[in-house]
């Protein structure tokens, strides 16, 4: 049901919002702390994890 | 072949593959704002498309290995050959938006030794997912024969999810570039 309710127009658009809002928001706080690049590899690290995992199975 | 040859054989090719690239994004580095900027875009665009689900190319090459570099060969072999030509994920199909930002988001370190070793780390975390994967998805099918419908379908769930992650990534990189840009937060 969850699966089905993020699917549908208003909700996408509301999650791109916020996913931007987020981003920029911790950002700035890393920023402020000198923070920013370790977390952006962190960030690319789980990010490949993530693709890593959801490319389909090979032969 | 134990499970453990079987992901080392993705993750060492990988490994070496993505250190090279950091070589090869090194002249754009000296180039200011670019690397940042361009991140910003494709982040922004693609996150945009895949969560809205109209991204339907797939962003990567369609070769694929060919069968006559497998067939005949012994398994150790086999599994090198697409540990090497699948592991890295530059070739193939990708269906992923997300995996053409990673190259961008290492290159964002100015520091050379820095973005050999995060693009190495890069390199074999997805080559790892991407092996264990391999065998998941096999023991799935080995134990149910429609499973392969539920992987398929499982692509376009993935898609929305790096969909927002790439969304997260152009929020935090517009702030990014801000600040290089002298924004003061």
Same mark, same amino acid.
């Given at each position: 049901?969850?699966?089905? !309710?993020?699917?549908?127009?208003?909700?996408?658009?509301? %999650?791109?919002?916020?996913? %931007?809002?987020? !981003?920029?928001?911790?950002?700035?706080?890393?920023?402020?702390?000198?923070?920013?690049?370790?977390? %952006?590899?962190?960030?690319?690290?789980?990010?490949?994890?993530?693709?890593?995992? !959801?490319?389909?199975?090979?032969? | 072949?134990?499970?453990?040859?079987?992901?080392?054989?993705?993750?060492?090719?990988?490994?070496?593959?993505?250190?090279?690239?950091?070589?090869?994004?090194? @002249?754009?580095?000296?180039?200011?704002?670019?690397? @940042?900027?361009?991140?910003?875009?494709?982040?922004?665009?693609?996150?945009?498309?895949?969560?809205?689900?109209?991204?339907?190319?797939?962003?990567?090459? $369609?070769?694929?290995?060919?069968?006559?570099?497998?067939?005949?060969? @012994?398994?150790?072999?086999?599994?090198? $050959?697409?540990?090497?030509?699948?592991?890295?994920?530059?070739?193939?199909?990708?269906?992923?938006?997300?995996?053409?930002?990673?190259?961008?988001?290492?290159?964002?370190?100015?520091?050379?030794?820095?973005?050999? $070793?995060?693009?190495?780390?890069?390199?074999?975390?997805?080559?790892?997912?991407?092996?264990?994967?391999?065998?998941?998805?096999?023991?799935?099918?080995?134990?149910?024969?429609?499973?392969?419908?539920?992987?398929?379908?499982?692509?376009?769930?993935?898609?929305?999810?790096?969909?927002?992650?790439?969304?997260?990534?152009?929020?935090?990189?517009?702030?990014?570039?801000?600040?290089?840009?002298?924004?003061?937060?």
């Amino acid at each position: 049901m969850i699966e089905t !309710g993020v699917m549908i127009r208003p909700v996408r658009v509301f %999650l791109i919002g916020s996913m %931007l809002a987020i !981003g920029f928001g911790v950002a700035m706080l890393l920023l402020h702390q000198s923070d920013f690049m370790l977390a %952006l590899i962190i960030f690319a690290i789980s990010l490949a994890a993530l693709i890593g995992a !959801g490319k389909l199975s090979s032969p | 072949m134990s499970a453990i040859l079987y992901i080392a054989a993705y993750v060492f090719p990988a490994a070496i593959a993505w250190a090279l690239l950091a070589f090869v994004f090194r @002249p754009l580095q000296t180039i200011p704002f670019l690397l @940042p900027l361009l991140a910003l875009a494709y982040a922004l665009w693609y996150g945009l498309r895949e969560t809205l689900g109209i991204q339907r190319q797939l962003l990567g090459l $369609i070769w694929q290995v060919p069968s006559g570099w497998i067939k005949g060969r @012994p398994a150790m072999i086999q599994t090198l $050959i697409w540990g090497t030509t699948l592991g890295p994920g530059f070739v193939t199909k990708n269906p992923y938006a997300g995996m053409w930002l990673l190259p961008l988001l290492v290159a964002l370190n100015h520091n050379l030794l820095t973005t050999i $070793i995060v693009a190495m780390a890069v390199g074999s975390v997805h080559a790892g997912a991407r092996a264990i994967g391999v065998l998941r998805n096999r023991r799935c099918i080995e134990m149910d024969v429609s499973a392969h419908l539920r992987i398929m379908s499982a692509v376009s769930r993935w898609q929305y999810i790096d969909g927002l992650a790439l969304l997260l990534a152009a929020g935090a990189l517009g702030a990014y570039a801000l600040s290089l840009l002298g924004a003061h937060f």
